[in-house]
């Protein structure tokens, strides 16, 4: 049974940093697609970055090019999201997910599954 815990979250004033984790556990990192995602009140779902399978592939969405970036750590098994000159706009809670077998779309949630319980950004003076 895959399982991820998302970490990291806080209040950041606009224009700081904060860095996410995600542990997974029943599936390697290395060998699969996986993403961030987030949810905002009252919004739906949106992709923020995605790394493929083996060749780390990123993919990254629009409002975040040049201000986030997503690694992996395989020895860990941990997959991070470095978010930097954060705007209030990124508040929403974010959270970890596994492409489904066969179906990598990037930034789709509705091709990813396994979500975490998701961490809270607050951006915000």
């Known amino acids: 049974q895959v399982q991820f815990v998302e970490s990291g979250g806080g209040l950041v004033q606009p224009g700081g940093s904060l860095t996410l984790s995600c542990a997974a556990s029943?599936?390697?990192?290395?060998?699969?697609?996986v993403g961030w995602f987030r949810q905002a009140p009252g919004k739906q779902r949106e992709g923020v970055a995605c790394?493929?399978?083996?060749?780390?592939?990123?993919v990254y969405a629009d409002s975040v090019k040049g201000r986030f970036t997503i690694s992996r750590d395989n020895s860990q098994n941990t997959l991070y999201l470095q978010m930097n000159n954060l705007r209030p706009e990124d508040t929403a809670v974010y959270y970890c997910?596994?492409?489904?077998?066969?179906?990598?779309?990037?930034?789709?949630?509705?091709?990813?599954?396994?979500w975490g319980q998701g961490t809270q950004v607050t951006v915000s003076s």
């Open positions: 997910g596994s492409a489904l077998p066969g179906a990598y779309y990037p930034l789709d949630s509705s091709y990813f599954t396994s």
């Open positions: 029943g599936l390697t990192l290395s060998g699969s697609a």
């Open positions: 790394i493929s399978s083996r060749a780390g592939t990123t």
